[in-house]
């Protein structure tokens, strides 16, 4: 199984960026397709960002696109996700996750599930201020 470690968060005021990061173990990074999600309090989590295995193809949610830029290094088993004009409604717990099969995530509705992703990390914070 693969471990994954998100970190990057913190306090960020309204229109500020972020980097978060995704720090996974194990030698087969390379070969799974990858995802990041959020949580706000007293909501379901919501689908941000994925990308294919070699970084090839990348997707983002519309609530997101052209503020976020997910990416990623297979050479240093890390996920990213560039966050820039942040805003309130950006606040929320972001998980990583890792899909075995890369079908999941050039699928428009599987990558959005979150039950398609096979590995989940701890989270990490982000909170927006106004």
């Known amino acids: 199984q693969v471990q994954l470690v998100e970190s990057g968060g913190g306090l960020v005021q309204a229109g500020g960026s972020l980097r978060l990061s995704c720090a996974a173990s194990g030698r087969t990074f390379a070969s799974y397709a990858m995802g990041w999600f959020r949580q706000a309090p007293g909501k379901e989590r919501e689908f941000v960002a994925a990308i294919s295995w070699n970084g090839g193809s990348t997707y983002c949610a519309d609530s997101v696109k052209g503020r976020y830029t997910i990416s990623r290094d297979n050479a240093k088993n890390t996920l990213y996700l560039q966050m820039n004009s942040l805003k309130p409604e950006d606040t929320a717990v972001y998980y990583c996750?890792?899909?075995?099969?890369?079908?999941?995530?050039?699928?428009?509705?599987?990558?959005?599930?979150?039950?398609?992703?096979?590995?989940w990390g701890q989270g990490t914070q982000v909170t927006v201020s106004s």
């Open positions: 996750a890792a899909a075995l099969h890369t079908i999941v995530v050039i699928t428009t509705t599987r990558r959005a599930n979150a039950k398609e992703y096979d590995y």
